[in-house]
């Protein structure tokens, strides 16, 4: 069973920077992307940046300039680099990975808040 554990959330004032980290279970080679999601109360869960097998990144256009997605893999571990924090990235951020074989699997890890304050 894949696990997924977010950590790095916190509080922090507008223009600062956090770094989000995800530690999966076991080797993140064998996913064929993964990516961070962002979820505030009554709203739908958004992606914020995902990146796949081969290198390839996507952004939200809200976040793009800011934060930055990227792996370790020998540290089986992806990272949410964001800087220039606003308010509005106020949310609980949750760690995703694609595993596709013969079905699709999604991993979510138990997310982790992220508080902006003006």
């Known amino acids: 069973q894949v696990q997924l554990v977010e950590s790095g959330g916190g509080l922090v004032h507008t223009g600062g920077s956090l770094r989000l980290s995800c530690a999966a279970s076991g080797s993140i080679l064998m996913f064929n992307s993964m990516g961070w999601y962002r979820q505030v109360p009554g709203k739908e869960r958004e992606l914020v940046a995902s990146?796949?097998?081969?290198?390839?990144?996507n952004y939200g256009d809200s976040v793009k300039g800011r934060f930055t997605i990227s792996t370790d893999n020998a540290k089986n571990t992806l990272y949410l680099q964001m800087n220039s924090l606003k308010p509005e990235d106020t949310a609980v951020y949750y760690c995703n990975a694609v595993l596709a074989i013969l079905t699709t699997m999604n991993y979510w890890g138990q997310g982790t808040q992220v508080t902006v304050s003006s």
């Open positions: 990146t796949a097998r081969g290198g390839s990144t």
